[in-house]
């Protein structure tokens, strides 16, 4: 059975820094990208961060692009999100995703929530 578990968040100060992680069990990992979304209190979920199969490629999204800093251990199937400069509008529930074959992202996490304090 497919499972994504992310971990690591909590509440946080504005302006400090957060890594959460997202460990992948139950199916191939390492040669799937993987995506982090997340979803603030009365919005829909936006994309956050991609990085692809090898870690050699990652794309951001322009609101958290030089703050966030996506990386994986295929060894270890784990994927990370490391936030610095964290803003209150940064409080969501943040999911990693492992991608498709047709470039989807076809399992998702439970979430972890982030909250930053003003």
């Known amino acids: 059975q497919v499972q994504l578990v992310e971990s690591g968040g909590g509440l946080v100060q504005a302006g400090g820094s957060l890594r959460i992680s997202c460990t992948f069990s139950?199916?191939?990992?390492?040669?799937?990208?993987m995506g982090w979304f997340r979803q603030a209190p009365g919005k829909e979920r936006e994309f956050v961060a991609f990085i692809g199969w090898s870690g050699s490629r990652s794309i951001y999204a322009d609101s958290v692009k030089g703050r966030f800093t996506v990386s994986r251990d295929n060894a270890k199937n784990t994927v990370y999100l490391q936030r610095k400069s964290l803003k209150p509008e940064d409080t969501a529930v943040y999911y990693c995703?492992?991608?498709?074959?047709?470039?989807?992202?076809?399992?998702w996490g439970q979430g972890t929530r982030v909250t930053v304090s003003s």
């Open positions: 995703a492992r991608g498709s074959s047709n470039g989807s992202f076809e399992y």
């Open positions: 139950g199916g191939p990992f390492s040669s799937y990208a």
